[in-house]
């Protein structure tokens, strides 16, 4: 079976988009079959790169949600409201479409074995952590929260382990107050787990340094993922 590697470029594969269903309102799967996903071997975390247009095509990237290596599928969660070259994308694709993309591949992935995880993100960050969470066996301690701009736009987590939500309304983005006092109000153990940081620049910025800073956690211990910045997107 082929290994995941997160140095090696991965070679581009050609796939046909079988499903699509809209998990939220703003939220879009995809479904993509291609056989060489037969042979891949997907960690949870892992994400693809979508090539979008002819001659010089865009490249976005998405986290995977799902790989199923018997059926040689794999499910991408793409947000719509951004209106960006992905959004327009997704919105307009069909089933039996054809898709240009490398991977699965990254290093904001599940590290088994950690005392215990912390997770914090935002809806670009929570189908990772969603992947991450429905991986963990049901006994693992989980600690964490997921930031949703207001009630009705939350990622749904199908997992037994479930994060609470916090709710950014009017306050700002980037950082984000709402979810950094929220993981900051959280009572950890005194040893350091293992954190997955995801989504906003500035908010991951600030939560990694409250856990160095403060918290005295290694940065090893910490996988800090900016998934957009102001003006920017698929910080990958």
């Not at 059926?71 to 997704?90: H, I, M, Y």
């Not at 939560?207 to 990958?236: D, M, N, Q, V």
Request: hydrophobic share 40%.
């Amino acid at each position: 079976m082929q290994q995941p590697s997160t140095q090696e470029r991965p070679q581009p594969r050609t796939g046909t988009i079988i499903d699509i269903v809209d998990i939220t309102p703003s939220m879009r799967q995809i479904r993509i079959a291609d056989p060489s996903l037969r042979e891949v071997q997907w960690i949870p975390g892992q994400h693809v790169g979508i090539l979008i247009g002819e001659g010089e095509p865009l490249l976005r990237v998405y986290s995977v949600r799902n790989h199923d290596a018997q059926q040689g599928t794999l499910d991408l969660w793409v947000l719509l409201k951004e209106l960006g070259p992905g959004s327009r994308w997704a919105q307009k694709v069909g089933v039996g479409d054809t898709v240009r993309f490398g991977g699965p591949r990254g290093s904001f992935i599940l590290v088994p074995d950690a005392p215990y995880y912390l997770f914090a993100g935002e809806a670009t960050a929570a189908v990772p952590i969603a992947a991450m969470l429905e991986a963990l066996p049901a006994q693992t301690q989980i600690f964490g929260c997921l930031l949703a701009e207001r009630p009705g736009e939350e990622v749904p987590l199908t997992s037994s382990h479930i994060l609470p939500w916090v709710y950014r309304n009017e306050t700002p983005a980037s950082p984000s107050p709402v979810l950094i006092e929220a993981i900051q109000s959280l009572t950890l153990p005194e040893t350091p787990g293992m954190a997955y940081l995801g989504g906003e620049a500035l908010t991951c910025q600030a939560l990694r340094r409250y856990l160095i800073e403060e918290k005295g956690w290694p940065a090893s211990a910490i996988k800090a993922k900016p998934f957009w910045a102001p003006g920017k997107t698929g910080l990958h």
